[in-house]
């Protein structure tokens, strides 16, 4: 007998907040800890998307700014044993404007989810015993050449927006609690530290999500969605560092911001940080299109 489906909106909802004297990304988290998600109804609402602004603004009360659909999620291995329905997911990737704290929700730094993924101090500790592992279980050219290129071993570059493949190999490898999870196992007590698990595939999701926003960082200028309306070139650059997860070149960012027709001086300058005024920026108003199909490849600079 077929079981009935149910269709259910997932959010990754992101914004970046100053903590201990830089940027960090935050995700927002329902008790458990577990992303957020609703039901949906045709007869409330005409699309996807808006089903998805009306419960989650109304919900948290943060206005959101972009918003992409990123995927369907359906396997059938994400239902718990005994489910009388199917549940299939549509992701979300919603973004908030900037805002000095996220208050009155369970908003979660995403490094407690994938934590070798801020590398702007460089490679974290927690990616030695990752790395050690995967050599071991990667046992056939293959399963070598795919460790390689998303953990960026052996010498190959590390690729900022491969999250969702770091993640999967590791699923593959049997390295994450959501593999014996899914299989009705306890947990081994040897496995590395690999992050903060999360129900059902909502990591998958998760990362599915973290990766698209860097991708189409490297093409797109979304990063002004998470921006206040007005910002410091410093406050640009550590949000931009903080979703890529990796450094950039101080002199070459500030160069390519200021050339690209995006920003424009207000003429105000602020001491937000302490210490001597810094000019204030915000979105040019007549580059509203262009901010939806202009490349702005903040990957040009990247430091060295």
């Known amino acids: 007998m077929t079981r009935p489906i149910r269709v259910e909106l997932t959010a990754v909802l992101v914004g970046v907040i100053e ?30 998307e808006l089903s998805l602004r009306d419960w989650v603004e109304s919900d948290t009360g943060h206005p959101l700014a972009h918003v992409e659909q990123l995927y369907t999620f359906g396997d059938r291995a994400r239902d718990a044993e005994g489910e009388r329905e199917h549940t299939v997911s549509i992701g979300y990737l919603a973004l908030v404007p900037g ?73 593959e490898a049997r390295l994450v609690p959501e593999y014996p999870r ?57 949000v931009a560092e903080a979703v890529s997860g990796q450094t950039l070149h101080k002199q070459n960012f500030r160069r390519m911001m200021t050339q690209s ?16 005024p810094a000019s204030e920026y915000r979105f040019a108003a007549e580059a509203e299109w262009e901010r939806r199909v202009s490349p702005v490849r903040f990957g040009g600079a990247r430091a060295r």
Not at 21 to 48: E, I, K, N, Q
Not at 261 to 276: F, M, S, V, W
């Open 261 to 276: 027709g995006l920003i424009e001086p207000t003429g105000a300058q602020t001491a937000r940080r302490g210490g001597r």
């Open 19 to 48: 903590a201990e004297g830089r940027a960090v990304p935050h995700v927002l988290t329902l008790p458990g800890p577990d992303l957020p998600s609703r039901p949906f109804d045709p007869d409330r609402h005409r699309t996807l």
């Open 182 to 238: 899914d299989r009705g196992r306890d947990v081994p007590p040897d496995l590395p530290a690999t992050g903060r698990p999360l129900p059902r595939d909502h990591r998958r999701i998760l990362a599915t999500g973290i990766g698209r926003l860097r991708a189409k960082l490297k093409y797109r200028p979304v990063l002004f969605e998470l921006m206040r309306e007005t910002f410091t070139l410093f406050e640009l650059q550590s």
């Open 99 to 171: 805002r000095e704290r996220l208050e009155g929700q369970d908003w979660r730094p995403w490094s407690q989810f994938f934590p070798w993924e801020d590398r702007r101090a460089g490679s974290p500790p927690v990616t030695t015993p990752i790395e050690e592992a995967l050599r071991s279980w990667a046992d056939t050219p293959r399963r070598q050449d795919r460790a390689r290129l998303s953990w960026g071993l052996d010498g190959q570059p590390w690729r900022d927006e491969l999250v969702l493949e770091r993640y999967e190999l590791l699923y």
